[in-house]
């Protein structure tokens, strides 16, 4: 089973840019697809990104769209989450998850996911 741990969230302006890291560990990530998902105080968790397990399909929310990009770093067991241009409505508890070992097309439902990590906490200002 593989283990992910986030970081690189913080507090910044709007108009501020952060990268997200999701490192992985116990298994190489080359057998995921990868996603973010964030979920602010008092809503629902939602789907932010998505990579599938080349790199070579990549899907956004409609509200990140041109803003955030998801990559990976399969040599380096690692997905990122660019964010530019942030929001105040990006302020969010941010969690990085795999697809189960083997599913490796990207997907925008959290319930196809297996694993998560612990989150990091983003919060833009106005």
């Known amino acids: 089973q593989v283990q992910l741990v986030e970081s690189g969230g913080g507090l910044v302006q709007a108009g501020a840019s952060l990268r997200l890291s999701c490192v992985a560990s116990r298994r190489t990530i080359s057998n995921y697809a990868m996603g973010w998902f964030r979920q602010a105080t008092g809503k629902e968790r939602e789907f932010v990104a998505a990579?599938?397990?080349?790199?070579?399909?990549?899907l956004y929310a409609d509200s990140v769209k041109g803003r955030f990009t998801i990559s990976r770093d399969n040599a380096k067991n690692t997905v990122y989450l660019q964010m530019n241009s942030l929001k105040p409505e990006d302020t969010a508890v941010y969690y990085c998850?795999?697809?189960?070992?083997?599913?490796?097309?990207?997907?925008?439902?959290?319930?196809?996911?297996?694993?998560w990590g612990q989150g990091t906490q983003v919060t833009v200002s106005s």
């Open positions: 990579i599938n397990w080349s790199g070579g399909i990549t």
């Open positions: 998850a795999a697809r189960p070992i083997g599913l490796v097309t990207a997907t925008t439902f959290s319930d196809e996911y297996k694993y």
